[in-house]
């Protein structure tokens, strides 16, 4: 009997000792319950996903073909405002409203006193030598920097 108990204690050592290290099927049957309905969250949320994004592109490919229409509609204006400033066109309108072309004797000069008749531009300025290129960056940021601090004492601003 001792023997019997000692087996008996050794086999409940060994299942107590499986019980905690295995999940109940209690626990298994939950853990793949929780696996599976995070299986289906994520599958959810990524066919929400997918379906928005196939909105936004339809959505897209909408805007782009009315884009595509409006260029259109724009390059047959654009079109017509050419046809409409060609000088045949404008001739022929200008015709058809009762006007003629003007010949010499047709045209009349007005006098408008003390109209100035000439512009009194002073002498012109002298050719200068071009100035010579310059040969590394840091002349031209003291170039530049002298330029703008010139432009500032005139009160211009760049």
Partial sequence: MSSNKQNSKRQSK???RRNRFWLTEAQAALSWAII????????TIYLYQASRIAGVGRHVQELQNELDDVKRVNAELEREIAE???LDQLQAAAESMGFVRAQP??????????YPTAINQGP???MSEPPQPIETIWEAL?????????DLAIGESP
């Fill in 14 to 16: 060994k299942e107590k």
């Fill in 36 to 43: 599976l309905a995070l299986g289906a969250l994520l599958g």
């Fill in 84 to 86: 409409g400033q060609s």
């Fill in 105 to 114: 004797e047709d045209i009349e000069y007005l006098v408008v006193p003390d």
């Fill in 124 to 126: 012109l300025p002298e």
């Fill in 142 to 150: 003291v170039i530049t920097f002298q330029n703008s601090i010139n």
